[in-house]
T-cell receptor, first 110, second 113 residues
Framework: SQTIHQWPATLVQPVGSPLSLECTVE??????LYWYRQAAGRGLQLLFY??????ISSEVPQNLSASRPQDRQFILSSKKLLLSDSGFYLC?????????FGQGTRLTVV | GENVEQHPSTLSVQEGDSAVIKCTYS??????FPWYKQELGKGPQLIID?????GEKKDQRIAVTLNKTAKHFSLHITETQPEDSAVYFC????????????FGPGTRLSVLP
């Protein structure tokens, strides 16, 4: 069966520090992968999606970037975090047509 | 692009009562409308979906209706139970491989015992 792993579950980082969140999918090949952000009390905002290795589409200009170095690995990064980057980050993949989400990473920038 | 609105943002019901959440979408090309349930500290999970060639779909206590002309769809939960308490998201998109959904802002449902 397919599973999605996302880590870490929680993260507290100072302003200006770098960020790296990792997501991996098992049990499938060439999945479409997504990074969403959920601000407190808000909906799901699509940040990046990828249809293949090295292919990244950005939905919203951000202080963030994404990379897909391997077929089933999706990484969300930042060189310098801002306070406004705080939120709940979710990785997801789609299996036509359902989306499967990871458990999420709660990022607090202090 | 697609824009999805969702109402209400919060909803409290007594256990056993029904709950209704409504969504509207803007892109008439959208043909797939899933609903996701997000429990505290977890990622959303699909609970029911409907395609544009169907007006209503039911799964036990959960039902979804779609009005393509008016571009709105609704989630109905009957005989609510405390475990139904969660945040519910509607979404709209194209039912094709590689689709990107647009999610509504979510509804926090509280079922009071």
């Amino acid at each position: 069966s397919q599973t999605i792993h996302q880590w870490p579950a929680t993260l507290v980082q100072p302003v200006g520090s770098p960020l790296s969140l990792e997501c991996t999918v098992e049990g499938t090949s060439n999945p479409n992968l997504y990074w969403y952000r959920q601000a407190a009390g808000r909906g799901l905002q699509l940040l990046f999606y990828s249809v293949g290795i090295g292919q990244i589409s950005s939905e919203v200009p951000q202080n963030l970037s994404a990379s897909r170095p391997q077929d089933r690995q999706f990484i969300l990064s930042s060189k310098k975090l801002l306070l406004s980057d705080s939120g709940f980050y979710l990785c997801a993949w789609t299996s036509y047509p359902e989306a499967f989400f990871g458990q999420g990473t709660r990022l607090t920038v202090v | 692009g697609e824009n999805v609105e969702q109402h209400p943002s919060t909803l409290s019901v007594q256990e056993g009562d029904s709950a209704v959440i409504k969504c509207t979408y803007s892109d008439s090309a959208s043909n797939y409308f899933p609903w996701y349930k997000q429990e505290l500290g977890k990622g959303p999970q699909l609970i029911i979906d409907i395609r544009s060639n169907v007006g209503e779909k039911k799964d036990q206590r959960i039902a979804v209706t779609l009005n393509k002309t008016a571009k709105h769809f609704s989630l109905h939960i009957t005989e609510t139970q405390p475990e139904d308490s969660a945040v519910y998201f509607c979404a709209a998109g194209l039912d094709n491989y590689g689709q990107n959904f647009v999610f509504g802002p979510g509804t926090r449902l509280s079922v009071l015992p």
